[in-house]
């Protein structure tokens, strides 16, 4: 089946670039989004790509796309103590979404 | 304007009990999607509704069912809880034919003894 793959942890110092990683395997992708979730909530959804897309920004957010690595990145500028959360990757698979396991962010000051 | 609501907001529960849980999406979508989140992993998606009708489903067994209402509110429902039931449990909702950006609500915590 459909699969996607993050590392599990990343840490950072405060006012850093943070850079996550993921791959999926869904050949016929159509979006692929990027979700945020801090301890006990729910999913919060950052931003999301299309697939005839390279890259996408959003205020501190940079998204990049490779289709052909099937690789997707988020970049998040000036790394902030608030920024301290779990990112999920997704991939839209006909209408429902495909979760990474997630990779936590941890910002030291 | 509201966004997604799930009620309620922890549940205790016994093995073999019956649980049924609510969401309200987000004003404005109609297309409900219900997800587990055991400790530890992404969310695994359950089911999903439009038009009061389920349009798809994960791999889950029969035990898990649900329904929609026509003011777009969803149920799920879980019979027969087992131990491993316990998660969150995350309702998202979408507008049919965009770009489906699924906003979530909190989640319901229910844990199952």
């Known amino acids: 089946g459909e699969d996607v793959e993050q590392s599990l942890f990343l840490s950072v110092r405060e006012g850093d670039s943070s850079v996550i990683n993921c791959t999926y395997t869904?050949?016929?992708?159509?979006?692929l989004y990027w979700y945020k979730q801090e301890p006990g909530a729910g999913l919060q959804l950052l931003t999301y790509i299309f697939s005839n897309m390279d890259m996408k920004q959003d205020q501190r957010l940079t998204v990049l796309l490779n289709k052909k690595d099937k690789h997707l990145s988020l970049r998040i500028a000036d790394t902030q103590t608030g920024d301290s959360a779990i990112y999920f990757c997704a991939d839209r698979y006909t209408d429902k979404l495909i979760f990474g396991t997630g990779t936590r962010l941890q910002v030291f000051p | 304007d509201a966004g997604v609501t799930q009620s309620p907001t922890h549940l205790i529960k016994t093995r073999g009990q019956q649980v049924t849980l609510r969401c309200s999406p987000k004003s404005g979508h109609d297309t409900v999607s219900w997800y587990q989140q055991a400790l530890g992993q992404g969310p695994q998606f359950i089911f999903q509704y439009y038009e009061e009708e389920e349009r798809q489903r994960g791999n889950f067994p029969d035990r898990f069912s649900g329904h929609q209402f026509p003011n777009y509110s969803s149920e799920l429902n879980v019979n027969a809880l087992l131990l491993g039931d316990s998660a969150l449990y995350l309702c998202?909702?979408?507008?049919?034919?965009?770009?489906?950006?699924?906003?979530f609500g909190p989640g319901t915590r229910l844990t199952v003894t």
């Open positions: 998202a909702s979408s507008l049919q034919g965009a770009n489906n950006e699924q906003y």
């Open positions: 869904d050949s016929s992708s159509t979006y």
